[in-house]
């Protein structure tokens, strides 16, 4: 596939991951004619049961991967955390989008934060920490609170540390498992806002328009259309997405977190977390807009022309963690709103197991 | 299930049926997340390709059918040319929706009309043949041109055929496979419509705003909503279809296809066709409302709420038939517009192989 010739229907694009994410692309490149092949560890995979394939095989099974890239015309993934060796292997065989160069830099927190600052872009203040010396001296120089995080995704779960006071720094080190991590401050922000944006491989940009997110327990809760920010600081926020694309010469759909902080259009625009994926706060789009984030993703990294965003309706995204799915009978039959469901089987404290999207008509 | 009792997410639909309405109706079962096994004779059965299951099999397969009805929590079909045997026989091993007598009505042309003209519903004027000699009769009695079809549906496609003169009545028998038909007189229509009606087990319907529909060479070509007739029109065209499907006690999307007859809002609407399944006239639901016909055929069926058929856009869905399919280079690069591609591998003159929505804000 050359960019000027766009992958025909009846082709197969290839998505690594089976979670919701892959359940959700794989329903959208099927509406356009393609057939859709997974490729996921063994485990609970929604994805598997709407695609016409699917290869369950460990990440770094070689075999498996030859096979895969040899079956499919396109590789995509669901989420960064897949082992760039996997990616890297791939793309020795077949296209992927969005690059490895993508995968990599969204995988490690400190490279992500290099990336903006290098651009000219904001972040929370933040520093690199190898060991218990250098958070001691971060914890002096930052303003607290703080949070530690380990540095590459892919650790198991050893998640987020708050660091309030100087002397905590010994034990965050110790819970974050003493491994290559990044220091930030934590931001007084206004609000917070996500751009889901779309580039070709033409260097083509579609931006759908901003959603504001609320989280709760440090997971996404709401995304609400039209975020309740000046015009002025969508567009910046376009722009900065729009920048790192460029940088990762990068194609599909990225998603990019920014914290606004200050008031009116003076406020300032932090970036706090880069996904080389679609995005839990563009889950709006499946109802609000004429073509969703994921017909987008699949459009862009097949080489199909990118359409304008075009969102009809106003819209609050409500996801469904854990126990939260139990209320789908009270859900289905909620006036001007549309129940997702994502067919697990298993219902975990903190799973995403479903979203709720409240329509309402557009009001400019 | 009971009437009372909604089918849980994560229980699995069965379809009969693997062409594009299957499809459809796979993915809206999927994004409520259910899970979908497909039963279809062998052939091009592009809804295996979303489906978490298959059963390929002869209709009249019974081993097939009690492990197929074995397999799922409930059983629907995306089209009417199947055995009634096949449902009755599923029928008592597990739920079917719509009922076998909707089916059976369904697939027998005279059955329909009886039906319809004992409901005091208009038809066009018809009579039953089963000789050339009733034939030569009728053509005399009713006004020419007229078309005489097979009674039942599965007869191997004899098709129409149009009477214009009464010395063509030994000739078109003939022609019609000398079975059983149905001859009618051609209507002057103003348009055809139809109504797109969703009938819970609790009697409870939800009416899609009415689309206006065109043919070309016998085979639907655009449907366009809203229509282009008075309001009481489409009030009067859905009440014949909640009459039909009442009588038929029926549960599921049910599809009506009506000939406007005359001017105004004197108008005579006449039932050409009942369908009992989802419909092609309905496809622009999936761009232009919050719940699609799809979603609405499965919350029927699995027992959920069915909610307002809310309409937010303007819309004309256009079939691609045959090698219209071949313009979708430029039918994906169409502003305003969505296209759905059915991953049929085998393109044919007449079939089905996508369609269209070409989507505008909604004018009132």
């Known amino acids: 596939m050359t960019s000027d010739t766009p992958l025909p229907p009846g082709s197969t694009i290839g998505i690594l991951g089976g979670g919701q994410l892959g359940r959700l692309l794989a329903i959208a490149a099927a509406e356009l004619g393609f ?80 990336m903006a600052t290098s651009l000219g872009l ?88 901003i959603p504001e997110n609320r989280h709760e327990r440090g997971i996404l809760s709401t995304s609400t259309v039209p975020a309740a920010v000046p015009v002025v600081i969508g567009e910046r926020a376009i722009a900065i997405a729009e920048q790192i694309a460029a940088a990762l010469d990068y194609v599909g759909v990225l998603a990019v977190e920014l914290f606004v902080v200050g008031e009116g259009d003076s406020a300032e625009l932090l970036v706090n977390e880069i996904a080389p994926r679609v995005h839990n706060s563009g889950h709006w789009t499946s109802d609000a807009c004429l073509v969703s984030q994921f017909e987008m993703h699949i459009r862009a990294i097949a080489g199909w022309p990118l359409p304008d965003p075009i969102r009809h309706s106003d819209v609050t995204m409500t996801n469904l963690i854990g126990a939260d799915v139990e209320g789908w009978p009270e859900l289905a039959a909620e006036r001007g709103a549309r129940l997702h469901l994502y067919g697990k089987s298993i219902v975990r404290p903190g799973r995403k197991m479903g979203h709720l999207n409240r329509v309402t008509p557009r009001r400019n």
Do not use: C
């Open 35 to 114: 057939s859709v092949h997974i490729f996921a560890p063994a485990g609970d995979n929604p994805a598997i049961g709407v695609a016409e394939a699917a290869t369950v095989a460990d990440w770094l099974d070689e075999t498996a991967l030859a096979v895969f890239a040899n079956a499919v015309d396109v590789v995509t993934y669901e989420f960064e955390n897949i082992p760039e060796e996997t990616v890297r292997r791939l793309a020795e065989m077949v296209s992927v989008y969005p690059g490895v160069n993508a995968l990599a830099i969204a995988q490690d927190r400190l490279a992500e934060k290099t």
């Open 122 to 209: 904001g972040v929370a203040p933040y520093a690199p920490i190898d060991s218990a010396a250098d958070l001691a001296a971060a914890a002096v120089k930052l303003t607290l609170p703080a949070i530690l995080k380990s540095r590459w995704l892919g650790y198991d779960g050893k998640g987020q540390v708050l660091i309030e006071r100087p002397e905590d720094t010994d034990e965050a080190w110790r819970i974050v498992g003493a491994v290559p991590a990044v220091v930030e401050s934590r931001v007084a922000f206004r609000t917070e806002i996500s751009v889901i944006l779309a580039r070709g491989s033409n260097g083509e940009t579609r931006a759908f328009d």
